[in-house]
């Protein structure tokens, strides 16, 4: 995907309608599990589902902007009604970071609906993934969307100053923090 | 930073969150500017001591160096135009800082 010569690039923003219809779909399907083994494979087609996402924004880049407003649409709805406890958060904060990045200064307007999810995340030292994977898209948004971030700044340092007092108290030796 | 007990994963990662949270909000940054300074002292003085052997410690201590440096890069250039009048009471820190690397 993310070698796709330039004539292709019609095919990939194809392939990304498709993508994001599949992942719409996951959302009203989330309602209808009821068994653990459902659970487990819907989580792991949108585990994969936003990965792949993620690949075609990075390709794309400002060319996924008329598709920004569904993507965002569809991870929002997922990361609702998904459990912070299971890992699509993790793969949905990928897709985020990478869209924040090809959106630059555009990603603007989803900062009211997300940066709660963000909080959450940043206040959450139980999921260490999630947290340093949040720390890693406040970096990602910042440099983004630039002087727009000012309004969840007060936020932002409130709960990395947080996390840097608390998580002395996690040992963590063995994780590496991978930025995004 | 309070405690020596280390968690090894995010300190560097939000240091350099706070070089980049400054270089977006540039001038704004001002607010947040004392206790940003006061975290990166205490960060600077966390060393690896005599324990030769002990690379992961070692390994940590480098990255979290790295981390302080990258914020206070963004810290300075988002200071740059009012600089003269924030940087003086800092400037014995970084050089302090510089010295222990």
């Not at chain 1, 796709?4 to 779909?25: C, F, M, N, Y």
């Not at chain 1, 008329?66 to 958060?89: E, F, H, K, N, W």
């Not at chain 2, 949270?21 to 975290?39: D, S």
Request: glycine letters at 6%.
């Amino acid at each position: 995907m993310m070698n796709v010569g330039q004539d292709q690039l019609a095919t990939i923003a194809h392939l990304s309608t498709v993508i994001i219809d599949r992942l719409e779909k996951t959302v009203s399907m989330q309602n209808q599990v009821v068994s653990m083994d459902d659970k487990n494979t819907l989580e792991e087609m949108q585990t994969s589902l936003a990965s792949v996402l993620m690949s075609i924004i990075q390709r794309l880049d400002k060319e996924i902007k008329p598709q920004a407003d569904r993507i965002m649409q569809a991870l929002l709805g997922i990361l609702t009604a998904s459990p912070s406890s299971s890992i699509v958060p993790d793969a949905i904060f990928g897709t985020v970071g990478s869209l924040a990045n090809a959106l630059e200064q555009d990603f603007t307007v989803y900062m009211d609906a997300f940066s709660p999810f963000l909080y959450t995340a940043l206040g959450n030292e139980q999921e260490q993934q999630l947290c340093s994977l949040a720390i890693g898209l406040v970096s990602d948004i910042a440099r983004s969307i630039g002087e727009q971030v000012l309004p969840y700044c007060d936020s932002f340092m409130n709960f990395l100053l947080n996390n840097l007092k608390v998580n002395s108290c996690y040992e963590t030796r063995h994780k590496r923090f991978q930025p995004c | 930073m309070q405690s020596s007990t280390l968690s090894q994963t995010y300190k560097p990662a939000i240091l350099q969150c706070f070089g980049d949270i400054a270089q977006a909000i540039g001038g704004n940054f001002e607010t947040y500017l004392g206790v940003v300074m006061q975290v990166l002292q205490q960060a600077s003085t966390i060393s690896a001591g005599n324990t030769d052997k002990n690379y992961e410690m070692i390994e940590y201590v480098l990255s979290l160096r790295e981390g302080i440096m990258d914020a206070y890069d963004g810290i300075v250039i988002a200071l740059k135009d009012k600089s003269k009048c924030y940087s003086r009471p800092h400037r014995s820190y970084v050089g302090m800082n510089a010295d222990s690397i």
